[in-house]
């Protein structure tokens, strides 16, 4: 299912939270059973990217980190796995979807800071 941000009130800080959890979920390792779990969260993030608004991008992006393997997988577990293509093709729309909406953000208030060099570290 495709979603299509409305760009209504995300908050600048609230979208460069949910692309640094985003960018992190493609290269978390784990169980079938967790991607399972993350590609739910990953859904909850994309419904509210499109429809909810600060708050609910707030929630579905801590709902999203608190699935990270740091938090709930085992060192060395042998059935961790890399993301199943679909979602990482998921989180690179939304990660595209973020930094078009961040960008839109940048041109109304004027600032020349892009999203992308967040990112990339520069």
Same mark, same amino acid.
């Given at each position: ?6 760009? /209504?009130?995300? *908050? !600048?800080? %609230?979208? $460069?939270? @949910?692309?640094?959890? =985003?960018a992190?979920?493609q290269?978390w ?16 993030l994309?419904?509210?990217? /499109?429809?909810? *608004? !600060?708050? %609910?991008l $707030?929630? @579905?992006?801590?709902? =999203?980190e ?17 993301p199943p293509?679909?979602?990482?093709a ?21 600032s ?11």
């Amino acid at each position: 299912m495709e979603y299509v941000a409305d760009g /209504a009130g995300l *908050g !600048e800080q %609230a979208q $460069r939270e @949910a692309v640094a959890v =985003l960018a992190d979920v493609q290269d978390w390792s784990m169980s079938e059973s967790g991607w399972e779990r993350v590609g739910e969260a990953v859904e909850s993030l994309a419904s509210a990217v /499109a429809h909810g *608004g !600060e708050p %609910a991008l $707030r929630a @579905a992006t801590i709902a =999203l980190e608190l699935l990270s393997p740091a938090r709930v997988g085992k060192i060395g577990d042998p059935s961790k796995k890399p993301p199943p293509k679909r979602l990482l093709a998921r989180t690179t729309y939304l990660l595209d979807t973020l930094d078009t909406e961040k960008r839109q953000v940048d041109r109304a208030t004027g600032s020349a800071r892009d999203q992308k060099d967040d990112r990339k570290g520069k």
